[in-house]
């Protein structure tokens, strides 16, 4: 058992009303399934508060009128509001935390149980001094269960005390300003009921999802173990249910006020009726120590497998950092969430920005969860295997074959982008051409092909993953048209990860949008072709006959798929870098030290420059990592390979040259940007990659785009720096049948240890700037080969292996050996 670190707790001090909203979003609590903000019991929604409760995947369709047109937009839905619970004294007003004088302060998010205290000191208008002791857990143990407890303390008055505690279904959408002009109305109250005298009953529905949602919830009062002989009274509102509970206090003494809520809704499964399902649940349901203790085991369990240990030699915090994106990403997506058909959303289940939708950040997500609980990636995978019909339509009605995912997937997996988007600098509704993404494909295909790397899963291979590869490819081959004047296939019109570049400079973005050749974009598209054939040699045959008959797929489309994957074209500049797009090289430099003058923060060029009525399409300027994500995906190793079957043969030198070039070149306006330049210069500049990672580990805990993280968490950037830690530090890549190492640690990071899932081997892994130590506890099953630059060496359970470690002096000049070696050995 380690020692109980501060690295384990998230504490704020004192009470800062401008913080509420990003401290609210930093200390959600959730289970996979459902997740409330960290918002104080006693507010409402407004310019400080803002409670929100997700259910994962609880979307719904609204109407909208914008820019004089009707825009359907598909949100996560805003859910009733468990937390209310405010209290008063005789007939003083209702407590609220931005009414009193507050003494003293302290909110703890303690990670590695899962609870959220606050501690507060005030004193009220009257005079009367009042200590509010809460503790708040959203149960990771049962999934429909959350517990509040606040203990209140007469210090200096003696009096009758009310608690005021309710249910509120009246709560709209409202948490993102940029979509307050928007309909945000998507709930219904269909029932307010109380269950006894202790019990409340709320049941709504969504507006077009028709999801019912169901929540029950009990108060009660104790004197430390005693229930307190306490007087109920309901009060029914439209749309609110709320229940008084009196009872004296003498000065000095504390009663401990517990609200104990279930949730259940119309897509459980294993249930009879929601609502019917609610009341049971709170039926059994214990107090909340009896939840609490259930949950602290199902967090320890978590932490078991998920945990990061680190020895840092700067900065302090870079475990608890860490604790927090796991924390937070264990909250998104759990073992709970297998159960149910979603994937990762990219802000989490924490706010309302980009309103709960699905992108391509799941490519930064799925390696921390496919080497850790592989059955949830899985899960996660099904998300999009289910809405590969979907995806199929879409092709067609765009004239492609093949499956064409969404840029933003909600619930049917239809393309949820919005059509208009509002630049808050400038005011003005612009069109969105972000859906031409299309390599948000390539990132599915990627994704499954990674966990089968990290499984060895057969059977979700033949039975679903081929099947998602070879649509892909498909849609590839058919939007790639054939110029025969270069004898190259080109793909024209989509948008590369880089969102600044919609459109060429002066083009109608509606009309013309778009840009040709995105580097990014045709070799990923050439990788899946490759592996889609991979695939179709990997099936048994019988199976692989099946399977082309049923999408009837025959050899001459294969053909062409690999005709294909070796002459799409990719543009480079004339002095070897590799070009971002079709005519990248002719747009103009960008003055990147006159606006970092001029604007305090530049990481929004794209708005800043709308405003100024200029347009970020003229300028060689990147919100994020575009060429550079070819570095993230693939090793140098894979790259010459990927860019030689494509006939243009990549030099070793032209990789730092590259990384270079665009990285002067990046405003880092997404957060995923950090995480991917952090990756790309981990071998070549371990100081400045490290100077990115804890950009990256910052970019919610700092709120560094300055009111961002309030709407929700990255967590693509929190998934990657764990990722980073795990695969990038630790040079873990899964090829081959085997599992290869090759640490390289940054100056400051001492050491890492993990524990690692993979292929069904439990591996505990310790690595520092000297040795390199794999031990695979007995209990896991067959042998698996791992590597340290090119020592192969078998580990069978109950077996320890060592590396000792080139220095990285020695590890460059090894390196350019090798690859020199690996050219001259390509045919
Ligand atoms: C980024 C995308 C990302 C999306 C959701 C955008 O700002 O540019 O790459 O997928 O946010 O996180």
Redesign the pocket.
């Known amino acids: 058992m380690r020692p109980e670190p501060r690295d384990w707790s998230l504490v704020y001090d004192g009470y800062r009303p401008e913080q509420e909203g990003l401290r609210e979003a930093l200390c959600t609590l959730g289970n996979g399934y459902f997740a409330t903000r960290g918002a104080a019991p006693d507010s409402s929604a407004g310019d400080i508060h803002y409670p929100g409760t997700y259910l994962a995947g609880g979307y719904n369709r609204l109407v909208s009128e914008v820019a004089g047109r009707n825009v359907e937009n598909e949100d996560l839905v805003n859910m009733p509001n468990w937390l209310p619970l405010t209290f008063r004294i005789d007939d003083g007003a209702w407590f609220r935390i931005d009414d009193v004088d507050v003494l003293s302060f302290r909110q703890e998010l303690d990670l590695r149980r899962g609870v959220l205290n606050r501690d507060i000191r005030f004193r009220d208008e009257a005079g009367r001094t009042t200590r509010w002791s809460e503790r708040r857990l959203v149960s990771m143990a049962n999934q429909h269960l959350a517990g509040l407890e606040v203990e209140l303390t007469a210090e200096d008055w003696s009096g009758r005390l009310t608690v005021r505690s309710g249910l509120d279904g009246g709560v709209v959408n409202s948490g993102v300003a940029r979509y307050r002009a928007l309909a945000s109305q998507h709930l219904e109250v269909l029932e307010l009921d109380h269950l006894g005298a202790d019990a409340l009953f709320l049941r709504c529905q969504t507006s077009q999802s028709l999801i019912q949602v169901a929540l029950a919830a009990r108060t009660r009062l104790y004197f430390k173990k005693r229930e307190a002989e306490a007087e109920y009274r309901t009060q029914t509102l439209k749309d609110q249910i709320w229940q008084e509970v009196a009872c004296t206090i003498e000065q000095g003494a504390s009663v401990r006020v517990e609200k104990i809520v279930t949730l259940h809704t119309s897509r459980d499964r294993a249930i009879a009726e929601a609502g019917l399902e609610a009341k049971r649940t709170l039926g059994h349901a214990g107090g909340f120590d009896d939840l609490l203790a259930a949950h602290e085991i199902a967090w320890r369990h978590l932490w078991d497998d998920c945990d990061i240990e680190l020895i840092d030699g700067t900065a302090e915090d870079t475990e608890l950092k860490l604790h927090v994106h796991i924390f937070h990403l264990l909250q998104t997506a759990s073992p709970h969430t297998i159960e149910f058909d979603v994937g990762v959303p990219?802000?989490g289940w924490h706010g309302e920005a980009?309103r709960g939708?699905i992108?391509?950040?799941e490519l930064f997500i799925f390696p921390f969860l496919s080497l850790r609980i592989p059955t949830l990636t899985r899960a996660l995978l099904h998300y999009r295997y289910r809405r590969l019909p979907e995806a199929r339509r879409a092709a067609r009605a765009a004239g492609y074959e093949g499956a064409m995912f969404p840029w933003q997937s909600g619930s049917n997996g239809r393309e949820e982008t919005q059509h208009l988007h509002l630049n808050p600098n400038s005011g003005r509704w612009n069109p969105d051409n972000?859906y031409r993404?299309r390599h948000i494909n390539s990132a599915i295909a990627y994704n499954v092909w990674q966990y089968y790397q990290a499984t060895d899963d057969h059977e979700f291979i033949y039975a679903y993953g081929a099947e998602l590869l070879l649509e892909i490819a498909r849609f590839w081959a058919s939007i790639a048209v054939y110029n025969a004047e270069i004898d190259r296939y080109e793909i024209k019109g989509v948008m590369g990860?880089?969102?600044y570049h919609t459109a060429y400079p002066g083009a109608d973005p509606e009309m013309e949008g778009g840009i040709d050749n995105n580097a990014y974009t045709n070799v990923m598209a050439s990788w899946v072709l490759t592996r889609a054939l991979d695939v179709l040699e990997l099936l048994p045959k019988e199976h692989c006959i099946q399977l082309c008959e049923r999408i009837g797929l025959d050899l001459g489309e294969t053909e062409r798929w690999y005709d294909i994957s070796r002459k799409l074209r990719v543009p480079f500049h004339d002095d070897g870098i590799i070009c971002q797009f079709e005519g990248y090289e002719k747009l103009t430099e960008f003055d990147w030290e006159g606006y970092r003058k001029k604007y305090s923060d530049i990481h929004r060029l794209d708005r800043i420059l709308e405003a100024e009525d200029d347009d970020v399409n003229r300028y060689k300027a990147s919100?994020?990592a575009d060429v550079l994500m070819l570095f993230y995906l693939f090793t140098a190793d894979e790259l010459y390979l990927i860019f030689e079957r494509l006939g243009y043969p990549l030099a070793p030198e032209s990789i730092p040259r590259n990384i270079d070039y665009y990285i002067g070149r990046t405003s880092h306006?997404?957060?995923?940007s950090s995480v991917a330049h952090s990756w790309v210069l981990a071998r070549s500049d371990r100081s400045r990659s490290w100077r990115h990672f804890r950009c990256a580990l910052d970019s919610d805990i700092t709120d560094v785009q300055g009111g961002t993280t309030p709407e929700g968490i990255?967590?693509?950037a929190m998934a990657g720096t764990i990722d980073l830690i795990q695969r990038c530090y630790i040079g873990i890549e899964m090829r081959a049948n085997a599992l290869h190492f090759d640490p390289a640690l940054p100056d400051d990071l001492h050491q890492i240890k993990v524990r690692l899932r993979y292929r069904r081997q439990v591996l505990d892994i310790e690595a520092d700037h000297d040795t390199l130590r794999i031990g695979s506890p007995s209990f896991t099953s067959t042998p698996i080969k791992v590597a340290y630059r090119g020592h192969y060496r078998d580990l069978a359970p109950g077996e320890v292996c060592q590396f000792r470690l080139i220095k990285p002096e020695d590890r460059d000049r090894d390196e350019n050996r090798a690859m020199g070696a690996a050219k001259e050995a390509k045919p």
């Open positions: 990219a802000r980009y939708h992108f391509w950040d972000s993404q990860p880089d969102e919100k994020q306006g997404s957060t995923l990255h967590v693509g």
